[in-house]
């Protein structure tokens, strides 16, 4: 969740125009009737998760950058100790990331803050999805497609006979079936590699 600490005055007129119609999740969501230059973004704890800092540590966003606010003190982060992914990002951009990426905060032993990504990025393991397909569809082409090799051989010499007719056969049932299987594996897959 991100939350918007200061706006300019326009701004809040448009979020209280926004927030009285049904519409106003579709204009926060969209960003683009919103002056965000000046604003300062806090981002709730589940979106910046802390490393070695206390717990009451908050990060917070503005046009020059990181801040970590610690006690009612600002620290600003360096933008050498931003991932590269951050640096010269606008306060609509970085609004925009928050909705579907993460934060780790890390605090080194002087006092200072590193903001990094959080790696995994909400909506499941894309890569893994993948993999997972594929590998259902190739597993069950195998088994299929060796079980109709050995079904052939036990008939002798009636063995490519048999075959061209088991291929036949069953070559479209089989590629429906990988298909089925496929699609099986890639959400088990794509589920067991997302984020918690």
Known sequence: ???IKKLSLSLLFSLIAAASSLS???TLTSFNDLDMTNATLEFSPSTARTCGAE??????YDKEGFFVREDDNDVRVHGYDTDKFFQGKSVEEMARYAMIGGFKV?????????????GALKGGGVGGATGG??????????VCH?????????TGPAYFA???GLEGTFMVPIEAASNV???????AAGVATGPV
Do not use: W
């Not at 397909?133 to 195998?142: A, D, E, Q």
């Not at 299987?181 to 959400?187: D, I, M, R, S, Y």
């Open 106 to 118: 890390s605090q080194f032993d002087n006092g200072q803050y590193a903001v990094r990504t959080q």
């Open 133 to 142: 397909f594929y590998f259902g569809k190739f597993l069950t082409h195998f």
């Open 181 to 187: 299987v496929a699609l099986g594996f890639g959400v």
């Open 55 to 60: 717990e009451n540590a908050a990060l917070f």
């Open 24 to 26: 106003a999740m579709e």
């Open 162 to 164: 048999t075959l061209a």
């Open 146 to 154: 060796g079980a109709i090799q050995v079904a052939a051989l036990c």
């Open 1 to 3: 969740m991100v939350r």
